[in-house]
């Protein structure tokens, strides 16, 4: 197992070296950051940021710390972070039930490429962005493995996990709006779990889960810094963001959730769709539901390879300011909800045990919620596409689970198969971003 591991982590830091080595740090943010933090402490550093900017503590800490320090040590760290998370990502993907094997490790190494393009540059490879994204990102799904295993798979662990977990998941929650957010909803109702199920864990998750939400509204909700950069961006971006009529605030908004989740989700939805067609077409005695199921998302499966092809299908007019709307993309909105709803319900018939439904349902619906919550912000349309980066992490690992299923509902071909797309589907995404970044390193992709 350990050796297994060590060779995904060296996989990982293989695919990622090229991306790496090339990082410089750009103008805006990269470049203002290494001027400000060299006129002022770590403290006072922290505390301005939390008064007249942002809430988070770590994320500002991390920040100042490589801001003064050379870019080689961001570039160490970054693989160190890529390293860890390909690792527990193998580790979930265990604990789910999946076979040891190589297609595992592969498809592991790979996965954090089947991201949006965009997805992956801001989240990763922009140097602000990795230590607001994936750096914080990171010990939440490391400290959420351990409370999975004891939780809903019932396997013990030491005392030094409970503490390292719980650390891990304060680093996340004092951090990641999105994803704080995620966790202490998790955490709650793996607390009513454990409390019905009469678990021993169940102290340990009632202390994770209060403590928390108190630094989650400290940090993220109460901070001075919070309600100032509000404004600021309002002002800035979208003056009539709180004061739109609520029918076009419901309009802009269910526009833009669609665009984020369809369009900009990289191939993770595609796997996602696959994973459950292959499972229920090996099922015998299929039922009318189930039928319906795989018609849907075969349809959306197609639909979404020659996307180039049927653009209209894919225009949600998801843009600010617009009064009039086309009558396809109202069309088009409803028949796209209908299948991220059905996506729930496929994601629920191919699991056998209920502990896999409940948690491979609370990861998709995890993961449209941290979309959605981009509604409340005014910079939804400027952050572009790192605002999917957390949606994307738990849908890569509810991937792993539903292949877990591919273990007992498949012959050995089929699995194999499978293995072979998800590693194919990633090695393609791995080569498309060389091809962008041939010529040098560029910060922002598109939308």
Not at 111 to 126: A, E, R, Y
Not at 309 to 318: E, G, L
Request: glycine share 6%; proline share 2%.
């Amino acid at each position: 197992m350990k050796k297994i591991i060590a060779l995904n982590a060296v996989i990982a830091c293989i695919l990622m070296c090229f991306f790496v080595s090339i990082v410089s740090r750009g103008g805006g943010d990269d470049y203002n950051f290494v001027v400000q933090a060299s006129q002022c402490s770590i403290d006072k550093w922290i505390y301005t940021r939390f008064m007249t900017h942002s809430g988070r503590v770590v994320a500002e800490a991390f920040i100042w710390i490589f801001a003064r320090i050379p870019l080689v040590c961001w570039k160490v760290t970054t693989m160190l972070f890529f390293c860890v998370f390909i690792v527990y990502i193998y580790k979930y993907a265990i604990m789910f039930g999946n076979e040891k094997n190589y297609f595992l490790l592969f498809a592991c190494a790979i996965s954090p490429f089947w991201m949006n393009h965009g997805t992956f540059v801001d989240g990763i490879l922009w140097v602000t962005g990795a230590m607001n994204y994936m750096w914080i990102a990171v010990p939440g799904v490391v400290g959420s493995y351990y409370v999975a295993k004891t939780v809903f798979f019932n396997e013990s662990i030491s005392v030094w996990q409970m503490v390292g977990s719980f650390f891990m998941m304060m680093v996340t929650i004092s951090s990641s709006e999105q994803m704080g957010l995620v966790l202490i909803v998790l955490l709650f109702l793996a607390g009513i779990y454990s409390f019905i199920k009469h678990l021993e864990c169940k102290k340990y998750i009632c202390t994770l889960f209060f403590v928390g939400s108190i630094i989650y509204i400290l940090d993220m909700v109460l901070a001075p810094g919070v309600a100032m950069r509000t404004e600021r961006a309002i002002e800035k971006r979208i003056p009539d963001f709180l004061t739109v009529e609520s029918y076009l605030r419901i309009e802009y908004s269910v526009r833009w959730i669609m665009d984020a989740l369809i369009n900009h989700m990289g191939i993770l939805l595609n796997f996602i769709w696959l994973t459950v067609l292959v499972i229920l077409y090996m099922k015998k005695g299929k039922n009318i539901l189930e039928k319906f199921i795989m018609i849907l998302l075969l349809g959306a499966e197609i639909a979404t390879l020659f996307r180039a092809r049927f653009p209209r299908i894919f225009d949600f007019q998801a843009t600010w300011g617009m009064r009039e709307f086309s009558k396809l993309s109202y069309c088009m909105i409803a028949i796209w909800i209908g299948i991220l709803a059905i996506t729930g319900v496929g994601v629920i018939s191919v699991c056998k045990s209920n502990k896999k439904k409940v948690v491979a349902e609370l990861l998709l619906l995890a993961s449209y919620a941290s979309t959605a919550m981009m509604i409340f912000s005014p910079t939804m349309y400027e952050s572009g596409c790192r605002t999917v980066f957390h949606a994307s992490i738990l849908m890569i690992i509810l991937i792993f689970l539903l292949m877990s299923e591919m273990e007992t509902m498949t012959k050995r071909m089929e699995k194999v198969s499978m293995w072979i797309i998800l590693t194919g589907g990633g090695v393609i995404q791995w080569i498309k971003l060389i091809n962008f970044f041939k010529d040098g390193f560029t910060i922002h992709l598109k939308w």
